[in-house]
């Protein structure tokens, strides 16, 4: 089994930063991409960030400027760096990895439990 905790959420003035943290204990030969989901009240999961095990990032349009996704592959971790935080940012920040597991090409999804974001006006 493979556990991705999240961490750095909280909450923050409008046009501050935070740093999530997403972090991969378990049983793991390798992390394929690796994104930041987000999901607000009401509203559809967002697909926020990926990340490529090569590093290869990409962004959704809406924080594309703002928000940087980077990895360390030798700590199974990856790092989303938000800033210029608006109040549409808010929601419950999620962590998904594809893992490849007990044999080479064999990969199975994993999501965290989530970390709350709040932008106050």
């Known amino acids: 089994q493979v556990q991705l905790v999240e961490s750095g959420g909280g909450l923050v003035q409008a046009g501050g930063s935070l740093r999530l943290s997403c972090a991969a204990s378990g049983t793991i030969i390798s992390i394929g991409d690796i994104e930041w989901y987000r999901q607000a009240p009401g509203k559809q999961r967002e697909l926020v960030a990926t990340i490529t095990s090569g590093g290869i990032a990409k962004y959704a349009d809406s924080v594309k400027g703002r928000f940087t996704i980077s990895r360390d592959n030798a700590k199974n971790t990856v790092v989303l760096q938000t800033s210029s935080l608006k109040p549409e940012d808010t929601a419950v920040y999620l962590c998904?990895?594809?893992?490849?597991?007990?044999?080479?090409?064999?990969?199975?999804?994993?999501w965290g439990q989530g970390t709350q974001v709040t932008v106050s006006s």
């Open positions: 998904h990895a594809d893992v490849e597991q007990y044999y080479r090409g064999r990969y199975f999804s994993y």
